[in-house]
């Protein structure tokens, strides 16, 4: 296995904490798994 660092985003469009939780509970568990982790809030914006 190579030493690269293992990345994820996660993209949150939505302003309702509904849509919040899982991006922030799947970023702790990979985090938990040394993954690096970015998390991009667009509320309310178009993808």
Do not use: H
């Not at 190579?2 to 799947?26: H, N, W």
Request: glycine letters at 10%; charged letters at 15%; a negative charge.
């Amino acid at each position: 296995m190579t030493d690269e660092t293992r990345k994820i985003t996660f993209i949150c469009s939505k302003g309702d904490l509904d849509q919040v939780y899982p991006a922030l509970i799947m970023g702790w568990a990979a985090l938990g798994n040394g993954v690096d982790v970015t998390i991009f809030f667009t509320f309310w914006g178009w993808i």
